[in-house]
């Protein structure tokens, strides 16, 4: 069993299954804008927060318009998705039902903006198990730093080393894990390329979250 104190989750491919939402959002935008994208933007665009794909786009691609100008211009083309149709992966509801009843106090880490992370969560019937919801453009860095994470912390009165981080990309993983959290990985089709790297740097793993129940208690 492994002892808690507190629970984080990324929400895109953890907790919902959205990461294709993303997949070639990266070139149409581009596209929209008259660029011409490269073979492989998609794909690091996927591995990417929006924060730093933004960033990305204006650095390589000259992207004109501040960052939230440019991170609203992507938000609108994949809005509808996430309010009424990307879906809860398998496992989750059972696992946060069973932290909730032990008294964890969870909340979400995401790249994705507050409003459409939050509609999404009600809609699935999950947002109420969450204390809150904080993103990456309120830390203004992603999850190549701990920020976003030490600010569940904050919000738990907990240690990273009592508290769980949920992720399905090695990026974030490793970034939880060089800050002393808990890192529990989960499977993501998305990051099946990494799936090696992200159960190396795991504390525990699992392609379904309902594999995940019974592992944990209160410390």
């Known amino acids: 069993m492994i002892e808690i104190r507190g629970a984080i989750f990324d929400m895109d491919g953890t907790l919902t299954d959205s990461m294709q939402v993303w997949k070639t959002v990266g070139s149409e935008f581009l596209k929209s804008c008259g660029k ?19 960033r990305f786009m204006k650095t390589e691609y000259g992207i004109e318009g501040s960052h939230d100008e440019v991170t609203d211009a992507i938000n609108r083309t994949v809005e509808h998705r996430y309010l009424h149709e990307v879906p809860l ?8 039902s069973e932290l909730d009843t032990i008294g ?23 947002r109420h198990f969450f204390k809150e919801i904080f993103t990456s453009r309120e830390t203004g860095i992603g999850k190549e730093a701990p920020d976003i994470y030490l600010r569940g912390c904050s919000l738990f009165g907990t ?8 992720e399905d990309s090695f990026v974030a993983a490793g970034t939880a894990k060089r800050a002393g959290f808990i890192v529990a990985g989960l499977f993501d089709k998305s990051f ?3 799936w090696d790297e992200v159960q190396k740097l795991s504390d525990i793993s699992a392609v379904n979250m309902r594999d995940m129940c019974g592992k944990f208690t209160k410390k």
């Open 36 to 54: 011409t994208p490269r073979e492989d933007v998609d794909r690091r665009f996927c591995s990417m927060s929006v924060y730093d794909a933004v």
């Open 159 to 166: 240690e990273p080393s009592d508290t769980a981080v949920f």
């Open 192 to 194: 099946e390329y990494k």
């Open 104 to 126: 964890i106090p969870m909340c979400v880490a995401t790249a994705t903006e507050k409003y459409m992370a939050d509609a999404a969560l009600r809609r699935l019937g999950v």
């Open 89 to 96: 992966k398998d496992g989750v509801f059972e696992l946060l």
